[in-house]
Protein backbone atom coordinates (compact mmCIF):
# COMPACT_ATOMS: atom_id res chain seq x y z
CA UNK A 1 0.00 0.00 0.00
CA UNK A 2 1.83 2.96 -1.29
CA UNK A 3 0.30 6.14 0.55
CA UNK A 4 -1.43 6.76 4.08
CA UNK A 5 -4.79 7.36 3.14
CA UNK A 6 -4.34 3.93 1.00
CA UNK A 7 -3.45 2.13 4.02
CA UNK A 8 -5.92 3.11 6.42
CA UNK A 9 -8.94 1.06 7.03
CA UNK A 10 -11.88 2.57 8.48
CA UNK A 11 -13.97 -0.24 10.50
CA UNK A 12 -17.89 0.24 10.72
CA UNK A 13 -19.97 -2.03 13.01
CA UNK A 14 -23.21 -3.01 11.53
CA UNK A 15 -26.32 -4.35 13.52
CA UNK A 16 -29.60 -3.27 11.90
CA UNK A 17 -28.24 -0.24 9.68
CA UNK A 18 -29.63 -1.24 6.62
CA UNK A 19 -30.93 2.36 6.22
CA UNK A 20 -27.90 4.23 7.30
CA UNK A 21 -25.20 1.75 5.64
CA UNK A 22 -25.59 3.41 2.10
CA UNK A 23 -25.29 6.76 3.12
CA UNK A 24 -22.18 6.57 5.54
CA UNK A 25 -20.36 4.33 3.00
CA UNK A 26 -21.16 7.10 0.50
CA UNK A 27 -19.99 9.65 2.60
CA UNK A 28 -16.49 8.33 3.78
CA UNK A 29 -16.00 7.57 -0.30
CA UNK A 30 -16.70 10.65 -1.16
CA UNK A 31 -14.97 12.84 2.34
CA UNK A 32 -11.84 10.53 2.21
CA UNK A 33 -11.75 8.13 -1.55
CA UNK A 34 -8.11 6.95 -0.79
CA UNK A 35 -9.34 4.91 2.44
CA UNK A 36 -10.43 1.71 2.63
CA UNK A 37 -13.99 0.51 5.05
CA UNK A 38 -14.79 -2.53 6.65
CA UNK A 39 -18.20 -3.33 7.24
CA UNK A 40 -18.21 -5.37 10.56
CA UNK A 41 -22.13 -7.28 10.47
CA UNK A 42 -23.11 -8.73 13.10
CA UNK A 43 -25.58 -10.94 11.19
CA UNK A 44 -28.37 -8.49 10.96
CA UNK A 45 -31.52 -9.61 10.75
CA UNK A 46 -32.57 -6.31 8.25
CA UNK A 47 -30.52 -7.95 5.66
CA UNK A 48 -27.51 -5.18 6.70
CA UNK A 49 -24.95 -7.73 5.50
CA UNK A 50 -26.37 -8.69 2.41
CA UNK A 51 -26.69 -4.90 1.74
CA UNK A 52 -23.03 -4.94 2.21
CA UNK A 53 -21.88 -7.75 0.34
CA UNK A 54 -24.04 -6.07 -3.05
CA UNK A 55 -21.93 -2.72 -1.87
CA UNK A 56 -18.43 -4.59 -1.67
CA UNK A 57 -19.25 -6.09 -5.07
CA UNK A 58 -18.70 -2.71 -7.00
CA UNK A 59 -15.91 -1.21 -4.71
CA UNK A 60 -12.28 -2.41 -4.88
CA UNK A 61 -12.43 -0.50 -1.22
CA UNK A 62 -15.39 -2.08 0.84
CA UNK A 63 -14.89 -5.01 2.36
CA UNK A 64 -17.03 -6.54 4.31
CA UNK A 65 -17.06 -9.08 7.49
CA UNK A 66 -19.73 -11.37 8.82
CA UNK A 67 -19.98 -12.57 12.50
CA UNK A 68 -22.66 -15.33 13.01
CA UNK A 69 -24.49 -13.08 16.01
CA UNK A 70 -25.10 -10.17 18.17
CA UNK A 71 -21.32 -10.06 19.90
CA UNK A 72 -21.56 -6.64 20.70
CA UNK A 73 -19.32 -3.01 19.63
CA UNK A 74 -15.73 -4.26 21.46
CA UNK A 75 -15.87 -7.79 19.87
CA UNK A 76 -17.26 -6.06 16.62
CA UNK A 77 -14.05 -4.02 17.03
CA UNK A 78 -11.10 -6.56 18.10
CA UNK A 79 -12.44 -8.61 14.44
CA UNK A 80 -12.22 -5.60 13.11
CA UNK A 81 -8.79 -4.94 13.78
CA UNK A 82 -7.90 -8.11 13.48
CA UNK A 83 -8.43 -8.35 10.29
CA UNK A 84 -7.09 -4.89 9.08
CA UNK A 85 -3.75 -6.17 11.13
CA UNK A 86 -3.51 -9.26 9.20
CA UNK A 87 -4.06 -6.89 5.64
CA UNK A 88 -1.46 -4.78 6.64
CA UNK A 89 -3.02 -1.82 7.16
CA UNK A 90 -0.84 1.06 9.05
CA UNK A 91 -4.08 3.23 10.52
CA UNK A 92 -7.38 1.43 11.62
CA UNK A 93 -10.22 3.94 12.41
CA UNK A 94 -13.48 3.86 14.41
CA UNK A 95 -16.56 5.10 13.12
CA UNK A 96 -20.23 4.47 14.14
CA UNK A 97 -22.58 3.85 11.43
CA UNK A 98 -25.53 5.86 11.89
CA UNK A 99 -23.81 9.34 10.93
CA UNK A 100 -23.15 10.29 14.28
CA UNK A 101 -19.18 10.25 13.69
CA UNK A 102 -19.24 12.60 10.27
CA UNK A 103 -16.86 11.05 7.37
CA UNK A 104 -16.50 14.63 6.60
CA UNK A 105 -14.23 15.30 9.89
CA UNK A 106 -11.89 11.80 9.22
CA UNK A 107 -9.41 13.84 7.66
CA UNK A 108 -8.67 16.15 10.87
CA UNK A 109 -8.14 12.55 12.66
CA UNK A 110 -5.71 11.19 10.10
CA UNK A 111 -3.58 14.66 9.67
CA UNK A 112 -2.42 14.21 13.52
CA UNK A 113 -1.32 10.26 12.91
CA UNK A 114 0.21 11.77 9.60
CA UNK A 115 2.00 14.44 12.43
CA UNK A 116 3.25 11.17 14.82
CA UNK A 117 0.11 10.26 17.22
CA UNK A 118 -0.51 6.85 17.64
CA UNK A 119 -4.39 7.38 18.91
CA UNK A 120 -6.68 10.23 17.62
CA UNK A 121 -9.58 11.03 19.24
CA UNK A 122 -12.31 13.01 18.12
CA UNK A 123 -13.29 14.95 21.11
CA UNK A 124 -16.84 16.35 21.42
CA UNK A 125 -15.27 18.46 24.82
CA UNK A 126 -12.45 20.15 23.93
CA UNK A 127 -12.53 23.79 22.48
CA UNK A 128 -14.25 23.48 18.96
CA UNK A 129 -16.30 20.01 19.82
CA UNK A 130 -19.78 20.10 19.87
CA UNK A 131 -22.83 17.72 20.10
CA UNK A 132 -26.00 18.05 18.00
CA UNK A 133 -29.47 16.66 18.34
CA UNK A 134 -28.19 15.02 22.00
CA UNK A 135 -30.94 14.86 24.86
CA UNK A 136 -29.88 17.20 27.35
CA UNK A 137 -29.53 15.27 30.38
CA UNK A 138 -27.89 12.63 28.35
CA UNK A 139 -25.09 15.33 27.00
CA UNK A 140 -24.84 16.46 30.68
CA UNK A 141 -23.92 12.95 32.01
CA UNK A 142 -21.83 12.57 29.22
CA UNK A 143 -19.88 15.52 30.14
CA UNK A 144 -19.68 14.73 33.66
CA UNK A 145 -18.34 11.26 33.40
CA UNK A 146 -16.37 11.94 31.00
CA UNK A 147 -15.13 14.76 33.82
CA UNK A 148 -15.14 12.20 36.69
CA UNK A 149 -13.21 9.91 34.37
CA UNK A 150 -10.19 12.30 33.62
CA UNK A 151 -9.73 13.02 37.65
CA UNK A 152 -10.33 9.46 38.67
CA UNK A 153 -7.62 8.47 36.11
CA UNK A 154 -5.60 11.40 35.73
CA UNK A 155 -5.46 11.16 32.00
CA UNK A 156 -5.92 14.02 30.67
CA UNK A 157 -7.90 13.75 28.28
CA UNK A 158 -11.64 15.51 27.52
CA UNK A 159 -13.44 12.86 26.16
CA UNK A 160 -12.27 8.80 27.25
CA UNK A 161 -15.53 7.47 26.15
CA UNK A 162 -15.73 8.85 22.73
CA UNK A 163 -16.05 6.30 19.44
CA UNK A 164 -14.73 8.25 16.72
CA UNK A 165 -11.03 7.36 17.01
CA UNK A 166 -8.12 6.63 14.64
CA UNK A 167 -4.74 4.16 15.73
CA UNK A 168 -1.59 3.42 14.51
CA UNK A 169 -0.72 -0.28 14.02
CA UNK A 170 1.71 -0.42 16.47
CA UNK A 171 -0.43 0.43 19.08
CA UNK A 172 -3.24 -2.45 18.00
CA UNK A 173 -0.19 -4.70 18.06
CA UNK A 174 0.85 -3.84 21.60
CA UNK A 175 -2.64 -4.04 22.68
CA UNK A 176 -3.64 -7.53 24.63
CA UNK A 177 -7.31 -7.36 23.39
CA UNK A 178 -8.16 -10.30 25.73
CA UNK A 179 -7.24 -8.21 28.45
CA UNK A 180 -9.80 -5.20 27.60
CA UNK A 181 -12.87 -4.39 29.85
CA UNK A 182 -16.78 -5.22 28.13
CA UNK A 183 -18.30 -3.38 31.03
CA UNK A 184 -20.77 -1.13 28.79
CA UNK A 185 -18.95 0.94 26.92
CA UNK A 186 -15.94 1.28 28.79
CA UNK A 187 -13.82 -0.91 26.50
CA UNK A 188 -13.06 2.74 24.67
CA UNK A 189 -11.96 4.22 27.76
CA UNK A 190 -9.73 1.04 28.78
CA UNK A 191 -7.94 1.53 25.53
CA UNK A 192 -7.48 4.98 25.78
CA UNK A 193 -5.48 4.48 29.60
CA UNK A 194 -3.76 1.33 28.41
CA UNK A 195 -2.23 3.47 25.71
CA UNK A 196 -1.42 6.65 28.02
CA UNK A 197 -0.20 4.50 30.72
CA UNK A 198 2.16 3.05 28.25
CA UNK A 199 3.48 5.82 26.80
CA UNK A 200 2.05 6.31 23.39
CA UNK A 201 1.07 9.61 21.86
CA UNK A 202 -2.42 10.04 22.51
CA UNK A 203 -3.87 13.40 21.38
CA UNK A 204 -7.96 15.23 20.95
CA UNK A 205 -9.29 17.07 17.83
CA UNK A 206 -12.80 18.88 17.96
CA UNK A 207 -14.87 16.53 16.32
CA UNK A 208 -18.91 17.77 16.07
CA UNK A 209 -20.93 14.45 17.59
CA UNK A 210 -24.62 14.70 15.58
CA UNK A 211 -27.22 12.16 17.55
CA UNK A 212 -28.49 9.96 14.77
CA UNK A 213 -31.61 10.20 12.70
CA UNK A 214 -32.50 7.13 11.14
CA UNK A 215 -32.47 3.65 13.55
CA UNK A 216 -32.60 2.73 16.92
CA UNK A 217 -29.41 4.20 19.30
CA UNK A 218 -28.23 0.91 20.89
CA UNK A 219 -26.99 2.27 24.08
CA UNK A 220 -29.42 1.21 27.83
CA UNK A 221 -29.20 2.97 30.67
CA UNK A 222 -27.28 0.08 32.61
CA UNK A 223 -23.63 1.34 30.70
CA UNK A 224 -23.34 4.77 32.35
CA UNK A 225 -23.66 2.79 35.71
CA UNK A 226 -21.20 -0.15 34.78
CA UNK A 227 -18.63 2.40 33.08
CA UNK A 228 -18.62 4.81 36.21
CA UNK A 229 -18.13 1.74 38.29
CA UNK A 230 -15.12 0.24 36.70
CA UNK A 231 -13.51 3.70 36.00
CA UNK A 232 -14.06 3.99 39.62
CA UNK A 233 -12.12 0.56 40.16
CA UNK A 234 -9.29 1.64 38.34
CA UNK A 235 -8.82 5.11 39.76
CA UNK A 236 -8.63 3.23 43.20
CA UNK A 237 -5.78 0.98 41.91
CA UNK A 238 -4.26 3.74 39.96
CA UNK A 239 -4.15 6.90 42.38
CA UNK A 240 -4.77 5.13 45.85
CA UNK A 241 -3.78 7.54 47.93
CA UNK A 242 -6.22 10.10 46.59
CA UNK A 243 -9.47 8.24 46.66
CA UNK A 244 -10.57 9.97 50.13
CA UNK A 245 -10.71 13.06 47.20
CA UNK A 246 -12.61 11.37 44.94
CA UNK A 247 -16.00 12.83 45.80
CA UNK A 248 -14.80 15.69 46.92
CA UNK A 249 -12.90 16.29 43.47
CA UNK A 250 -16.25 15.22 41.07
CA UNK A 251 -18.21 17.56 43.57
CA UNK A 252 -16.01 20.61 42.09
CA UNK A 253 -15.72 19.55 38.35
CA UNK A 254 -19.41 18.79 38.37
CA UNK A 255 -19.75 22.50 39.22
CA UNK A 256 -17.58 23.99 37.19
CA UNK A 257 -19.14 22.02 34.53
CA UNK A 258 -22.37 23.06 35.28
CA UNK A 259 -21.33 26.78 35.15
CA UNK A 260 -19.68 26.67 31.90
CA UNK A 261 -22.37 25.01 30.17
CA UNK A 262 -24.49 27.92 31.00
CA UNK A 263 -27.54 25.46 30.73
CA UNK A 264 -30.56 27.32 29.74
CA UNK A 265 -34.29 26.07 29.70
CA UNK A 266 -33.10 22.67 28.41
CA UNK A 267 -31.21 21.95 31.18
CA UNK A 268 -34.10 21.89 33.66
CA UNK A 269 -33.49 18.86 35.33
CA UNK A 270 -29.45 19.57 36.00
CA UNK A 271 -29.46 19.78 39.33
CA UNK A 272 -31.79 16.65 39.71
CA UNK A 273 -29.19 15.31 37.65
CA UNK A 274 -26.05 16.48 38.85
CA UNK A 275 -27.20 15.41 42.17
CA UNK A 276 -27.44 11.96 41.24
CA UNK A 277 -24.47 11.94 39.29
CA UNK A 278 -22.64 12.86 42.06
CA UNK A 279 -24.25 10.70 44.30
CA UNK A 280 -23.86 7.27 42.69
CA UNK A 281 -19.95 8.01 42.26
CA UNK A 282 -19.64 8.60 46.31
CA UNK A 283 -21.45 5.41 46.70
CA UNK A 284 -19.20 3.61 43.87
CA UNK A 285 -16.06 5.00 45.53
CA UNK A 286 -17.49 4.09 48.75
CA UNK A 287 -18.35 0.53 48.01
CA UNK A 288 -14.93 -0.22 45.87
CA UNK A 289 -13.18 0.79 49.21
CA UNK A 290 -14.96 -1.38 51.40
CA UNK A 291 -14.72 -4.74 49.01
Not at 94 to 106: F, K, V, Y
Not at 237 to 255: C, G, L, P
Request: aromatic share 8%; net charge negative; proline share 3%.
Amino acid sequence: MSSTRESTLVIIPTYNEIENLPLITGRVRKATPEVHILIVDDNSPDGTGDAADKLAADDSHLHVLHREGKGGLLGAYIAGFKWGLEKDYQVLCEMDADGSHAPEQLHLLLEEIDKGADLVIGSRYVPGGETVNWPANRELLSRLGNKYISVALGAGINDMTAGYRAFRRELLEHLDFEELSNAGYIFQVDVAFRAIKDGFDVREVPITFTERELGESKLDGSFVKDSLLEVTKWGVAHRSEQVSDFTSEVSKITSRTVKDMELGPKFSNAKTAVSDFVSEVSNLVKGTLNR
